[in-house]
């Protein structure tokens, strides 16, 4: 029997001191939690402001690539329209010269005029541009001489070119019916990108 108590003393003890040593262990545990615990606000305010920043910039990437989007779309709608009304004011009679034409239909549309308006004859060579181009260029060359525009033209719906001046635009080309040629819309990339580059300065600045 004292061997036995003495076993079960034994028993005891150690299972005493393993309960112990687990909670000096989770003391130290805490212990340590706490000297970090003044740390730990900052730390998540950091990796909440990282993250807000990331969302942020995955926004304005994705609202730049939208914008550029709607604005081809918008000047290869406005192409056809515009190629339209010219074909009409050229199919009248008397048939006015196609310069003239070209810059009444502009006038008369205000709204939907591009930056720029290049018409070219039959030989693909422009004869009149708005604004004011020297005459004599040929379109594909002002356009960029790698560029599937002049052939493709209405199929090609708008596509982002580097124009000859080094510029990026886009541009789209329709081929007129009342007269052999074609009439060129551009727009400078940059110019789509201005209402875009507004709302992206408005958050930067509530961000900062």
Known sequence: MTRASAAIDDSRLRRGRAKGAKRARGAATLGRLAAWAPAL?????????????????????????RALAGGARDL??????????LDEALAAS????????LRAVLAANPDIKPSRSLLADGAGVVIAADPPLAAGAPLESVLGAAEPLT??????????????????????????????GQIAFVAPVGELLQPWRRSALIMILLLG
């Open 41 to 65: 606000p900052p730390v998540f305010a950091v990796l909440l402001l990282f993250a807000l920043f990331g969302l942020t910039f995955e926004h304005l990437r994705s609202e730049r690539e």
């Open 94 to 101: 008397p048939a006015p010269a196609p310069a003239e034409a």
């Open 151 to 180: 052939i493709l033209a209405d199929k090609a719906g708008a596509l982002r070119v580097q124009g000859a001046n080094g510029d990026d635009e886009f541009a789209a080309v329709r081929n007129l019916r009342a007269t052999p």
């Open 76 to 85: 290869d709608v406005f192409a056809t329209e515009l190629a339209t009304r």
